[in-house]
């Protein structure tokens, strides 16, 4: 995953500059093809090179998806919480790990207002309550995935609700990974909630903060096109 160096030194600038905001909200703008990729890279730069805690959120893919990714990458997780919400609908084996926490599926979850009540294995006997005093950066694995569960009413809801709840702390960084054009309805409401917008095109080299974007009025929403970051090499496996 040799194109992370390149791009965690643009997110170490983005995130952590002197005049940039460290936290808060974040809409960071990705073709869908490219999402996983995008995870990826955040993650690794929160946990290895930052050294970060944070909370990562599958509503899309089993957590197993994302952990045998970042084991591949050599990528410790010893600071990751997963909340899986896919396994249990999905027919997978829930295994006793003990970072993390089974859920079934987002229904009626108000997010983080539920998670922090949520408990997880954290050894033989004890079990850990999730503090989200403690973490450093929450991210779901791919937020337009709650069309799958919810209708259109539903994931309005349940969105704003996640967003409420990442408004109510002082020091978690929420990154939310979208495609623009995959669910107008969705883009538009995260829009217009976050406070910083990030465009990232791995394929084309592409790494550039936006100004706030105008509503969608096209047929298709047009992105920037400096190049910012050296070209990645070819990594494939996701």
């Known amino acids: 995953m040799n194109e992370t160096i390149d791009i ?26 490219e999402r996983t990729r995008v995870n990826i890279c955040l993650l690794k730069f929160f946990l290895h090179e930052m050294k970060q805690k944070g909370i990562f959120i599958t509503i899309d893919r089993p957590h197993q998806y994302t952990a045998s990714l970042l084991t591949i990458h050599g990528i410790s997780q010893e600071n990751l919480v997963y909340i899986d919400a896919v396994s249990r609908i999905s027919g997978e084996t829930e295994a006793n790990v003990s970072n993390v926490r089974f859920i079934n599926g987002p229904y009626e979850m ?3 207002d539920d998670i922090t ?19 450093n ?22 969105i ?9 702390l002082n020091n ?3 990154p939310i990974v979208l495609d623009a054009n995959q669910n107008r309805a969705i883009y538009e409401i995260i829009m217009n909630r976050c406070d910083r917008f990030l ?19 096209r047929k298709k929403v047009l992105m920037p096109k400096e190049t910012s970051f050296a070209k990645p090499a070819a990594t494939g496996g996701y």
Do not use: C, W
């Open 117 to 135: 009540a949520i408990s997880f294995a954290g050894g033989a006997v004890k079990t850990k309550s999730i503090d989200l005093d403690e973490m």
């Open 110 to 112: 108000n997010f983080l």
């Open 199 to 217: 465009f990232i095109n791995l394929s084309k080299s592409i790494f550039k903060e936006m100004n706030r974007p105008t509503h969608l009025k």
């Open 8 to 33: 965690a030194k643009k997110f170490m600038e983005f995130f952590y500059t002197a005049n940039s905001p460290q936290k808060g909200k974040v809409l960071v703008v990705s073709k869908y093809a």
């Open 172 to 174: 978690i960084t929420a």
């Open 160 to 168: 704003h609700s996640y967003i409420d709840s990442i408004e109510r």
């Open 137 to 158: 950066f929450i991210l779901i694995d791919d937020i337009a995935a709650l069309t799958k569960y919810q209708e259109a009413d539903g994931v309005k809801k349940m």
